[in-house]
């Protein structure tokens, strides 16, 4: 096998990060799904199925956009991944509008997904209502209080919510409800993982599914600036699905910096954090092996990050690889750091970034990068199902109308 | 070989399975409970090992795991309380939990740990047959312990064959496709456990998930050798009184003595 950060091996390792760990009861799944993805992606009719949802429902490809007054400002050429102009808002439905034209081909009736924040969620409820399949969607129930427009935007569109009540009542409890709910439902029923994350073969599925984002980059860099390849290319890492997408045709460039931000919460070492690859140690979580976040005693800790997208206590596989091996820059923001990046942006471009975005921006602020270097940032999603942070946190920014400061 | 072999050499109906959270409700009931659970006639303790997200199980059982945690159950503290077991408990224990402390604990430490104190076997649902057979099963089998394989119906005959290579002790058959604590249909239940008889396995079949009350483990018993009970067995225990003098009377209703 020809030497790749794109893919795991045959039995979905990334060097030592990745795998299957699942309980006897979810085999018959897993097994059907690492069988058959491959071959059902490769099908000329799926293919087609697929370029032209994601062309005329989703709006690809979204634009490659060279922030002006950003990159004045930064000294250096900064490129915007438009992600955030996708149908529903964020990078979420590349996946979503795969799986749920792979859970047709297996013949599933029934769509189970976790959400956090509620993005996943929503891209999920949209391809069901889109194919006319039954969605359940599992949200921590505090979840549920803290992102009520999501809610409303999932039941607008005919999916059931159900709130996760065990453990820590967040993104990694729905994930343990929607994996119960998987083993009670193994014949009719297929799980839309929303990350690079849960067992083999999801991590590449879904890095496959996402990897849209920079193979769009490539060729728009190449007409903008004649060459394919930007010096850096830059993405929040929660679980890491849009980081996987934007960085996967670059992991083999060795010339490419791949930089991957994390949310440090509080800061690193504040106790409030969700910075998985300075806080973790290798475990298994959600079905593989990866950097976890966990007490001495091997129990996992909640993360803490002002974005809920981010408010992970894992990371994908792929990304624990790009991290050990070295391949992968990581960096960490602070919830001010990405406050201040999501106000910089909205007053210097127009654009209101989500929240889990503006910890990537944060990193301009931290790190210095030369005049000719051309960076490529994953612009992931869109900032309006964070207004009411961005009015409470971000109050005093708000106050301040003033676009000369920034 | 162990206590597990010995125990079914001489019995082959009835064997009862109880699964306790180690931990609950107190943090010292550990002991206490296992005394309890051997003196009312079971004829096995499964350990559970708390773990803050155990995937293969029902609220009951994670909702005693987060008071197992709470109450400061680490496994530190279980190897601890489990040094005198032998003093007490002669029926056989085997450990079951979660990949991910055990790794933190270091697995072979792990291993070596719970074949001192006297541990017979060890159950890790989510621990997959490849890495088991290619880095973890061998450290096992060194330290003289019993793996535990779960089947399901949903498992193909082939895989079944190589789960059952793969045990020792006995094999767990999950009554249905299911997390604990789910009602099932005990008719498809036995038709299902009709033909893992058939195969003619090497290992004794524990039917697990669904066995409640008396009746289920009796229809459980017709086409297994025994039958393992976790839920119903917290929830009773799980008074408000922490009270574990529930326990002879729900595990000699179950095997009628």
Redesign the interface.
């Known amino acids: 096998m020809i030497n790749t950060y794109q893919h795991p091996d045959e039995r979905g390792y990334y060097g030592v990060f990745g795998g299957a760990f699942i309980p006897e009861m979810l085999h018959r799944n897993v097994e059907e799904l690492q069988e058959r993805y491959l071959q059902i992606m490769g099908e000329a009719s799926f293919q087609k199925e697929l370029q032209e949802l994601l062309s005329d429902y989703v709006g690809r490809p979204t634009p490659l956009y060279l922030a002006v007054r950003l990159s004045r400002k930064y000294g250096t050429n900064i490129y915007l991944k438009r992600e955030d102009l996708c149908h529903t808002g964020a990078h979420k439905i590349n996946n979503t509008i795969g799986q749920i034209l792979l859970a047709e081909r297996l013949g599933k009736k029934r769509i189970i997904a976790e959400t956090g924040a509620g993005q996943h969620g929503v891209a999920t409820a949209t391809v069901c209502a889109l194919k006319g399949v039954e969605c359940v969607v599992f949200m921590g129930e505090k979840d549920i209080q803290r992102q009520a427009p999501n809610v409303a935007r999932m039941k607008m569109l005919g999916a059931k919510v159900v709130p996760a009540t065990s453990g820590s009542k967040t993104l990694k409890d729905a994930t343990n409800e929607a994996i119960r709910d998987w083993i009670n439902h193994p014949g009719d029923t297929h799980y839309i993982i929303g990350s690079v994350v849960g067992p083999h073969p999801y991590p590449d599925m879904v890095a496959r599914f996402q990897s849209v984002i920079s193979a769009e980059i490539r060729k728009q860099l190449k007409e903008k600036t004649g060459s394919e390849l930007p010096t850096h290319v830059l993405a929040c890492v929660g679980g890491g699905s849009n980081a996987a997408g934007a960085f996967f045709h670059f992991l083999d460039e060795p010339t490419v910096e791949i930089i991957a931000i994390e949310a440090a919460g509080h800061g690193v070492d504040s106790g409030m954090s969700a910075a998985t690859t300075q806080l973790g140690l290798p475990g298994i979580l959600h079905g593989s092996k990866s950097l976890l976040m966990q007490t001495p005693d091997g129990q996992v800790v909640e993360p803490h990050s002002i974005s809920a997208g981010l408010d992970y206590p894992g990371i994908g596989p792929m990304h624990a690889h790009l991290y050990a091996s070295g391949r992968g820059t990581f960096l960490s923001a602070t919830d001010e750091e990405a406050l201040d990046a999501a106000f910089e942006l909205a007053r210097l471009e127009g654009i209101i970034p989500a929240l889990e975005t503006a910890h990537a921006l944060a990193i301009l602020k931290k790190r210095k990068f030369k005049e000719q270097d051309r960076l490529v940032f994953s612009l992931s999603g869109r900032g309006d199902k964070d207004m009411s942070t961005y009015m409470t946190a971000g109050a005093e920014r708000m106050d301040k109308n003033d676009h000369h400061s920034y | 070989m162990g206590r597990l072999s010995d125990l079914f050499n001489r019995k082959q109906r009835n064997v009862l399975n109880v699964y306790c959270t180690a931990g609950f409700p107190d943090l010292g009931s550990t002991i206490p409970v296992m005394q309890a659970i051997q003196e009312s006639g079971a004829d096995i303790i499964e350990l559970g090992m708390p773990?803050?997200?155990p995937?293969?199980d029902?609220?009951v059982i994670?909702?005693s795991s987060?008071v197992a945690?709470q109450n400061g159950m680490?496994?530190?503290v279980l190897f601890d309380q489990l040094r005198v077991m032998r003093a007490n408990i002669h029926v056989p224990v085997i450990l079951m939990g979660?990949?991910?402390?055990?790794?933190?604990?270091g697995f072979e430490r792990f291993c070596r740990k719970a074949s001192e104190v006297g541990v017979d076997g060890v159950i890790l649902?989510?621990?997959?047959e490849?890495?088991f057979e290619n880095e973890y099963g061998p450290i096992i089998k060194k330290h003289g312990l019993d793996a535990i394989?779960?089947?399901?119906p949903?498992?193909?005959e082939d895989?079944v064959r190589k789960?059952d290579a793969l045990s020792s002790g006995f094999l767990y058959a999950?009554s249905s496709?299911?997390?604990t604590g789910?009602d099932k249909n005990m008719d498809e239940v036995g038709s299902y456990l009709k033909r893992l008889h058939g195969y003619g396995l090497k290992n004794p079949i524990l039917v697990g998930f669904g066995i409640r009350d008396k009746t289920t483990f009796d229809q459980a018993c017709t086409n297994a050798h025994g039958a393992i009970i976790g839920t119903a067995f917290i929830q009773a225990i799980s008074g408000p009184a922490n009270d574990l003098s529930a326990i002879p009377a729900f595990i000699k209703n179950i095997i009628g003595t």
């Open positions: 773990y803050s997200d995937l293969a029902g609220p994670q909702a987060s945690l680490t496994l530190e979660y990949m991910n402390p055990v790794m933190q604990f649902p989510d621990l997959p490849f890495e394989f779960l089947v399901t949903e498992t193909s895989r789960l999950v496709s299911s997390i789910s």
